[in-house]
């Protein structure tokens, strides 16, 4: 079995490194993107929820969560109000509309996020798959014979 050359061994080391890096990059990117498609969905359902809501008349009797798969019951006062958040805790009172023209202009940035994201994740794999061969072609050199030496040299 051939041993490697310090170059060779120092070369592995940093290519480890970096394979390692952009791995935990890949998972990060995983994981935003999955919390950003769970925002995106949210929101369309939010927006769904308001465009039904708005179409009812006040003292419609609605059922509201209240967490754990249970619900009240209540009457909707007013269907063309609607109270979003800006942030920072920190609401306001729109009409049904606004909210919803709101709501999708989130939608279309959480939309542009996850395609920025994906994209990086697609130039995170490609250098994993430039590095990948390069390591296991350092690898195969202490698995090899020696060439040169036959069984009789042994």
């Known amino acids: 079995m051939e041993r490697l050359t310090k170059e060779d061994q120092e070369r ?64 909707l006062a007013l269907s063309d109000k609607v109270i ?9 009172e729109r009409k049904a509309d606004d909210a919803i023209q709101v709501l999708e202009a989130r939608g279309k940035e959480i939309e542009e996020a996850i395609e920025r994201s994906r994209e990086e994740l697609g130039r995170l794999e490609e250098r994993i798959e430039t590095l990948r061969p390069e390591a296991e072609r350092i690898l195969q050199k202490t698995r090899e014979e020696p060439s040169g030496r036959g069984a009789a040299d042994v």
């Open 84 to 92: 979003t958040g800006l942030g920072a805790d920190v609401s306001v």
């Open 12 to 75: 592995l080391q940093r290519i480890l490194g970096q394979l390692s890096g952009y791995q935990a990059a890949v998972d990060a990117l995983r994981q935003q993107i999955s919390i950003l498609a769970t925002s995106l969905t949210e929101l369309s359902m939010t927006v769904g929820a308001i465009k039904n809501l708005k179409e009812l008349k006040p003292d419609t009797e609605i059922l509201v969560p209240i967490g754990s798969d249970s619900f009240i019951t209540a009457k």
